[in-house]
């Protein structure tokens, strides 16, 4: 949600935002209209993209109810798919700060 307040500014560099979430469709759905959220939340029900994306939280076995979180973070993702950069915090309590994230990705984006 902090990302929602930081949407101009990551678009005023061109940089758009999708959250990853183990939850289903419908619930991503559910937390984006209550939320009022600005950009998408995608599902990754089997945790196949935290996983390689390397952020899976690995406190939970697979079984667990929240089994699947990734860890806080971003991902720097270029148009070629290439992972310009990756921040990301063990546990899901700490969250990266943004205004520090937001740093690198105007250097990185600047940097391309």
Do not use: W
């Amino acid at each position: 949600m902090q990302l929602n307040e930081r949407f101009d500014a990551f678009q005023s560099l061109g940089v758009n935002i999708a959250a990853i979430s183990y939850d289903s469709y419908e619930q991503n759905g559910s937390f984006s209209d209550e939320q009022d959220l600005r950009y998408p939340v995608l599902a990754d029900q089997g945790a196949s993209t935290v996983k390689s994306l390397g952020i899976l939280n690995e406190e939970y076995e697979v079984g667990h109810p929240v089994y699947g979180i990734p860890h806080p973070g971003i991902i720097f993702v270029l148009p070629d798919a290439t992972i310009k950069f990756k921040r990301a915090i063990p546990g899901y309590k700490d969250r990266p700060d943004l205004d520090e994230l937001l740093a690198a990705v105007r250097e990185a984006s600047t940097s391309s």
